[in-house]
């Protein structure tokens, strides 16, 4: 991007003296800048504009930006090797917990195909599909109901889309899992620490009575490197901008036929599976 | 007036006692659920709200329920409800303070409370919840303490006062209304997402409040000499029935549009509930049970020969309780977690110490309701000596 924050500051400064207001002074300063949005705000992000994420102290100049993050999974080339491995790597780097039963913390995980699409069942699709193991994750959705529903602001979306978690502000209240439809949420509800086998000591830990999830490794990308998870399985996870059409995940979703979990719910998740 | 909860006799303080070692054991329990996390309740990934959550739920239309008097004898000056709307109001405000309670324990950072009113979050159910729920809370103490002093002195209510009791009517709706919102705007939960949920609750909270009035009140006249008069036990009873029959016509509702539409996220938490779901079928005798109660109690009270009975009514009273109680106390929460988002069945029961602490906020609210009560009776019983 050519204008840097600062002088993007002082521009707009200069544009509303001029009287430019709104998204003519914007237009000017940034031609096409609009136009190229290709999604329309759905009708919760115009009534409630998104919860600004980190505040740019100092933006690490190595940091990857994207308009929108997105995830494609191709489901071809996604082994139940390469899937473990990419679950293990997320699970070690963010010190997830391992705790058996039905407390259990899960960021990203692997499940049947009818569990994670539970609508398209087909009793006739292809077995392959069919008996596929398929890695659910946080969808980071566009139009995010956890988002909505938290009490707090602890759970919040960035203006690349990255659904956030502030672990020092959440009051453990679990409206987020009830509102989240997939099932991507987890409730500490124990202390953790002590069910992290090797503590990785350069990620947080959490305490108990918070509420957890994947967070596509803003941490990650914030020094201009990519997931844990998309590292680790060997080309199968493929990470990018949706809003890029020149990227590599779209140049995939438009190479291949991509399904998305409960896209009839309208939270546009940016998880991408290709079948 | 307060002074009048001092001097009782000595059922009165045994009864305290009780609930004092009650809330005492409640407490402890709850210290221990403050050390170790939410872990040691039945609560899990899967269903993430339990007990707790659902007493809230069923408490808030015990509280609402108020409305069923202060609405005939404000708006329409049923005299008949003179004596006993009082005793409504101050039901209203145990019932608020337990929800409270409930909603505070289920907290997994109940430290941090105040987020909610530090970040204000007009986009979340829960921060309305929070004010409705309060508001109507300091409504009632002010409205019910007013007119309960006016009373005493034997004065006219202040004028003032009337503003706010008419303001309370519509804030009882809203708080049943946006505590069926807390679950009915969820995308993916099939069981929640219906526009009657609002009115579902409010029928089933108007035949469940004023039920419990009625068996309070026969209480109050087996333990003073305090009687509302066979009159309001009789209007009482007539909006047990009809409340009691909308319940379970809006459940009909729910059932036709469940099972014609044929919709498998939405059939498969009523299948769950009443005939289990791939073999799991814990909540199945519990939600017969509730059905069996409900059809009974209208059997009941829809005859006005057993209604005005003065046996078969507490007993068709229970049963109208327990039909609730279920219903909205444990079928509510755990039918719309189970299944889970992904079709995976992950049950719930409570467990010991969830109870006890459930128990505890029970009797916490008990103690509320026996002081104000003791407060109100003594008041009335002062009037009626001059
Ligand atoms: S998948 Fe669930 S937790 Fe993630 S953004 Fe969507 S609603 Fe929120
Ligand atoms: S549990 Fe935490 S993150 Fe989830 S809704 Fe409550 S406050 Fe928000």
Known sequence: ?275 | MLEKALSGSKLYWTWLICLLVVIGAGFGAYLVQYNKGLMITGMSRDVSWGFYIAQFTFLVGVAASAVMLVLPYYLHHYKTFGRITILGEFLAIAAVIMCILFITVDLGKPSRILNVMLHPTPNSILFWDMIVLNGYLIINLVAGWVTLEAERKQLAPPGWIKPIIYLSIPWAVSIHTVTAFLYAGLPGRGFWLTAIMAPRFLASAFAAGPAVLILLGYLVKKLTRFDAGREAFETLAKIVCYAIILHIFFFLLEVFTVAYSAIPSHTSHLKYLYFGLHGHNNLVPWVWTALACGFTAIVLLVNPRTRKNPTILPFACVLVFICTWIDKGMAMISGGFVPNPLHEVTEYSPTGLELMITIGVYAAGALVLTILYKVALGVKAEEEAV
């Open chain 1, 1 to 275: 991007m050519g204008v840097d924050r600062r002088q993007f500051l002082k521009l707009a400064g200069i544009a509303g003296a001029l009287g430019l207001g709104g998204s003519v002074g914007f237009q000017l300063l940034k031609p096409g800048s609009l136009d190229a949005a290709e999604r329309m705000p759905t009708p919760y992000q115009m009534v409630f504009p998104k919860s600004q994420g980190n505040s740019e102290v100092m933006p690490n100049p190595k940091a990857l930006k994207g308009r929108r993050w997105g995830m494609v999974i191709d489901m071809r080339k996604l082994t139940e090797e390469k899937a473990r491995a990419a679950i293990q790597a997320c699970n070690y780097y963010h010190n997830v917990p391992d705790i058996p039963g039905k407390q259990t913390i899960k960021w990203i995980w692997l499940t049947g195909y009818v569990n994670a699409f539970p609508e398209v069942e087909n009793p006739f699709a292809d077995p392959e599909i069919k008996n596929a193991r398929f890695i659910a994750m946080c969808n980071h959705c566009d139009n995010p109901p956890c988002v909505r529903v938290c009490p707090t602001k602890a759970t919040f979306q960035r203006e690349d889309g990255i659904v956030m978690m502030d672990m020092h502000r959440c009051i453990g209240c679990r409206f987020c899992m009830a509102g989240c439809p997939y099932g991507s949420r987890s409730f500490n509800f124990r202390d953790p620490r002590p069910f992290i086998k090797k503590e990785y000591p350069l990620y947080p830990t959490r305490t108990k009575g918070v509420v957890e999830k994947c967070t596509f490794c803003s941490e990650r990308l914030a020094v201009g490197k990519l997931p844990y998870c998309a590292e680790a399985s060997g080309g199968a996870m493929v990470f990018g901008d949706v809003d890029d059409a020149g990227s590599e995940l779209r140049r995939l979703l438009r190479s291949r036929y991509s399904i998305r979990r409960k896209p009839n719910l309208g939270t546009h998740p940016q998880v991408y599976y290709l079948v």
